[in-house]
C-alpha cells in the first residue's frame, strides 16, 4: 500500500521567514496530494492540493509543487506570520483508493514573532 | 453549504462497552470517510463509504464497523472497547470516492477508561 513520509516533524521560523514541509510517497499510482492544517483542538483544515498533472499550485502565500519522477511534493508558506503556526500533513491517494487517503506524520510549524 | 457534522463531540465509555459515533456529511457529498487520529500512531483510515456500500477499508479489528444511509449520514461503531481506542475518530466526506477533496468534521473524542 500507500507509505507517506514527511520531513521535517517540528519546524520554527522568525515570523516573515519563509517554511518548506517535503514528503515522499511510495505509491506511483497516486494522483492527488492534499496539504492539511491543523490547529489546536481544530478539525483539519484542507489549505491546498495538487493533482498529478500539475507540477505547482500557488494560492497566496502557500504553494505546493510536485515531482512525480521523484514521487515527492512540498509545501511552501512565504512571508509566515504567528496564526501560520499549526499541525500540517501531507497526504496522498489514488483514483482507485476510494476514499483512502495516506497521510504523513505531521509538521509542527511554529513561527515566532 | 453546512460544514461537515459530527456527534457526540466527546465520549467517555468503559472497556468492554460499545460506542456509535456519527458523521453527517456536506449537502451533496455521497462519499464519507473515518480516521482515527492518535498522538503516536498520527491519522489513519478505517473505512469509506459511497452509495451505501463500504468501498475501502484500513488496517483495523473487526470491532470497528460502520454503515452508511441514503441521506449519506454515516456512523461508525466500536464493539467491546480497549483502552488503545481512545482517540479522536475523523470523519471527511467528499463528492466521490476518488481523488477528490475531502473535508473533515470537527470530531469526536474518545476515552475509555
Known amino acids: 500500500g500507500e507509505n507517506v513520509e514527511q520531513h521535517p516533524s517540528t519546524l520554527s521560523v522568525q515570523e516573515g521567514d519563509s517554511a518548506v514541509i517535503k514528503c515522499t510517497y511510495s505509491?506511483?499510482?497516486?494522483?492527488?496530494f492534499p496539504w492539511y492544517k491543523q490547529e489546536l483542538g481544530k478539525r483539519p483544515q484542507l489549505i491546498i492540493d495538487?493533482?498529478?498533472?500539475?507540477g505547482e499550485k500557488k494560492d497566496q502565500r502557500i504553494a505546493v509543487t510536485l515531482n512525480k519522477t521523484a514521487k515527492h511534493f512540498s509545501l511552501h508558506i512565504t512571508e509566515t506570520q504567528p496564526e501560520d503556526s499549526a499541525v500540517y500533513f501531507c497526504?496522498?491517494?489514488?483514483?482507485?483508493?476510494?476514499?483512502?487517503?495516506?497521510f504523513g506524520q505531521g509538521t509542527i510549524l511554529t513561527v515566532h514573532p | 453549504k453546512a460544514g461537515v457534522t459530527q456527534t457526540p463531540r466527546y465520549l467517555i465509555k468503559t472497556r468492554g462497552q460499545q460506542v456509535t459515533l456519527s458523521c453527517s456529511p456536506i449537502?451533496?457529498?455521497?462519499?464519507v470517510s473515518w480516521y482515527q487520529q492518535t498522538p503516536g500512531q498520527g491519522l489513519q483510515f478505517l473505512f469509506e463509504?459511497?452509495?451505501?456500500?463500504?468501498?475501502n477499508k484500513g488496517n483495523f479489528p473487526g470491532r470497528f464497523s460502520g454503515r452508511q444511509f441514503s441521506n449519506s449520514r454515516s456512523e461508525m461503531n466500536v464493539s467491546t472497547l480497549e483502552l488503545g481506542d481512545s482517540a479522536l475518530y475523523l470523519c471527511?466526506?467528499?463528492?466521490?470516492?476518488?481523488?477528490?477533496?475531502?473535508?473533515f468534521g470537527p470530531g469526536t473524542r474518545l476515552t475509555v477508561t
Open positions: 497526504a496522498a491517494i489514488g483514483s482507485t483508493s476510494y476514499g483512502k487517503l495516506t
Open positions: 505509491d506511483s499510482a497516486s494522483n492527488y
Open positions: 471527511a466526506s467528499s463528492l466521490t470516492s476518488g481523488g477528490s477533496e475531502q473535508y
Open positions: 463509504y459511497f452509495s451505501e456500500t463500504q468501498r
Open positions: 495538487i493533482r498529478s498533472n500539475v
Open positions: 449537502s451533496g457529498h455521497r462519499s
